[in-house]
């Protein structure tokens, strides 16, 4: 009789082992689950805020321009097509949102520098408009501001690129699977934009 006892007990220490095994794997496997969830979160919450930094630069740029329209109106009244599209653009880049959809938001910019091109170089004919200290003064804040753009995108570009090695890496790439964290598409410069001239004179 002691000895059915004793099997009977060695046989409930092991199940209990068993249980105790399980019941760690399933808390070493959550607590993984939970940190690597939490880290991604904070990499998606860091790419909107890299994201929001090239938004604001780039409507920064974008609030100089109707100063630099007027002062170049004040000289060449007649070049309303470039007045007209330089507006155009500049509605559809404020409208661009860098987080959500980047790739529109670098064709928006593209259009814009484009525009704002064309905008410039209206003063190689006024040449007392190249020399108006309220044009200068705009063409240094112009420049400053590019400077301060191209700072913020590639802190976004770097963001996106850390993150989408955590979702695309094992075993990130699970989590992000299971949790819906897809990979982002960086802010790049399109082909009209890496042809422009220089905002400076």
Do not use: C
Request: proline share 3%; hydrophobic share 45%.
């Amino acid at each position: 009789m002691s000895l059915f006892k004793r099997n009977r007990n060695n046989g409930l220490g092991s199940t209990a082992v068993i249980l105790l095994a399980l019941v760690g794997v399933i808390i070493v496997a959550g607590l993984w689950f939970t940190g690597s969830y939490n880290g991604l979160v904070n990499q998606d919450a860091e790419l909107e805020l890299r994201a929001s930094n090239v938004e604001s630069q780039l409507k920064r740029r974008a609030d100089l321009v109707p100063n630099l329209v007027a002062t170049v109106k004040g000289y060449a009244k007649h070049e309303q097509e470039v007045y007209n599209n330089i507006a155009s653009a500049r509605s559809r880049l404020l409208n661009a949102d860098v987080n959500t959809n980047p790739q529109e938001a670098a064709a928006a910019n593209g259009a814009f520098n484009a525009s704002l091109g064309r905008l410039l170089a209206i003063a190689e004919n006024y040449p007392q408009l190249k020399a108006d200290q309220n044009f200068i003064r705009l063409q240094d804040e112009l420049t400053g501001t590019e400077n301060r753009i191209n700072v913020a995108r590639l802190a976004y570009n770097d963001a996106v690129k850390t993150y989408n090695v955590s979702v695309r890496s094992f075993p990130g790439n699970i989590v992000a699977g299971i949790s819906g964290f897809e990979r982002k598409v960086p802010f790049e410069a399109t082909a009209s934009e890496k042809a422009l001239p220089k905002v400076a004179f």
